[in-house]
């Protein structure tokens, strides 16, 4: 398989093959971002998605492999159900050339129902209403796109290129394709004593949209970042870990809508999940229990040990 640099994923894509689409992001400008900082933007070759293909035909339908596994006892290899597309926003391919990646998963993985991979908000306003509807028509289904936050002062510090409206709009055009979608939110991103703040402005537009799942990360902010050398110069302040997890608390009793949180990538000290509203009570017991004074330390200890997410 062929594979630029570490593999991002979210976590609920673990049983999915990941088949790498494009390397590198094409916004690059996110102040507190420095995952694909040295990996600059490239479209993987169809050739190399196709031999990638292939291998994975061969690992899930292999008579010889599949003889092997039962000999052992072991289980035979499940049939390819869903590809997770890598690389930091493949959505921002054109039409044609998803249509084309497509195409060729459903010629070598007939099994295949749906593919999903990471977006960002601008990948979706740049295509059609038409275009969104011929890719949900081929399988694309289920995109995780990296809202950080619905309050529209830290997207606009933090140079995402959107603002809380765009989340709403762009969102409101999936459901009308019928390609499902979940959120990644980055709690601590409006900055010290704004906590709240951004976990209300989360809300409001969460609550507006139909998210399957909404999947929290905790600030982390590395050297590398220029959000680092914006705190070394005093124009932004890190919130504390505390306020990150009351933030957190804000979010989830503020959401009306049915929808999947979960606090599982390495930037979450404190791991939780469930379904909302039922399990409401049940995460804000969790975050309350971690969030007592004297967890700060340990918490912020945990956060400057993490030498990459």
């Known amino acids: 398989m062929h594979y630029t640099g570490t593999v991002w994923r979210p976590p609920y894509e673990a049983d999915s093959l990941l088949l790498e689409a494009t390397a590198g992001c094409t916004h690059h400008r996110c102040r507190f971002c420095t995952l694909y900082q040295d990996i600059p933007f490239r479209m993987t070759p169809l050739r190399d998605l196709e031999a990638d293909l292939r291998e994975a035909q061969l690992w899930a339908c292999d008579p010889v492999g599949r003889l092997s596994a039962r000999l052992q006892g072991l289980p035979e290899p499940e049939k390819i159900r869903r590809v997770f597309l890598v690389g930091a926003n493949p959505f921002v391919l054109r039409p044609e050339r998803l249509e084309a990646i497509g195409e060729l998963v459903g010629r070598y993985l007939p099994s295949?129902?749906?593919?999903?991979?990471?977006?960002?908000?601008?990948?979706?306003?740049?295509?059609?209403?038409?275009?969104l509807s011929r890719l949900g028509q081929l399988g694309y289904d289920g995109l995780t796109i990296g809202v950080e936050t619905g309050d529209g002062e830290a997207l606009a510090f933090m140079d995402k290129g959107y603002g809380p409206e765009d989340i709403l709009l762009q969102s409101r055009?999936?459901?009308?394709?019928?390609?499902?979608?979940?959120?990644?939110?980055?709690?601590?991103?409006?900055?010290?004593?704004?906590?709240r703040t951004g976990a209300l402005a989360s809300a409001g537009i969460f609550n507006q949209a139909h998210p399957r799942r909404i999947g929290a990360s905790m600030l982390t902010v590395f050297p590398e970042s220029r959000l680092y050398r914006d705190i070394q110069e005093g124009r932004w302040r890190e919130p504390g870990e505390l306020e990150k997890l009351e933030e957190l608390a804000v979010l989830i009793s503020h959401l009306h809508i049915p929808v999947w949180f979960a606090a599982l990538g390495a930037s979450n000290a404190v791991r939780l999940q469930g379904n909302l509203p039922e399990d409401r009570e049940a995460l804000l017991a969790v975050l309350a229990s971690a969030a007592a004074p004297e967890n700060e330390v340990s918490l912020r200890a945990y956060r400057e040990s993490l030498p990459h997410l």
């Open 112 to 131: 295949c129902r749906t593919i999903g991979c990471f977006a960002r908000v601008t990948d979706i306003s740049a295509k059609t209403d038409g275009e």
């Open 173 to 195: 055009r999936l459901d009308e394709a019928g390609i499902s979608y979940s959120y990644f939110y980055l709690a601590g991103i409006s900055g010290a004593g704004r906590g």
